[in-house]
Nanobody
């Protein structure tokens, strides 16, 4: 059973930075697509950023130019570097891995942006 564990959330300052990590229990990020989603209170879960097995990246318009997704295959880890944080980035962030083996989610990590 594949497990995804997020870390790195917490309180960030407006204009500041946070880096989220998603560690997988197996070598799952070598194939398919890995992504970060977020869900704010009262809103639907939305895609923030994704990276494919060929390292093609995709970002939502709301984070483009501020967030960067990357992965370390050797460490079975995907990262989300979040810069120039805004209060509207406040949400629970979820890691996702989707490939021929299945569709997997982490438990989520809270990110709160506030002064």
């Amino acid at each position: 059973q594949v497990q995804l564990v997020e870390s790195g959330g917490g309180l960030g300052q407006p204009g500041g930075s946070l880096r989220l990590s998603c560690a997988a229990s197996g070598n799952i990020f070598r194939f398919g697509t890995a992504g970060w989603y977020r869900q704010a209170p009262g809103k639907q879960r939305e895609l923030v950023a994704a990276i494919t097995s060929t390292s093609t990246t995709n970002y939502s318009d709301s984070v483009k130019g501020r967030f960067t997704i990357s992965r370390d295959i050797a460490k079975n880890t995907v990262y989300l570097q979040m810069n120039s944080l805004k209060p509207e980035d406040t949400a629970v962030y979820y890691c996702n891995a989707r490939n021929y083996m299945g569709n997997y989610w982490g438990q989520g990590t809270q990110v709160t942006v506030s002064s």
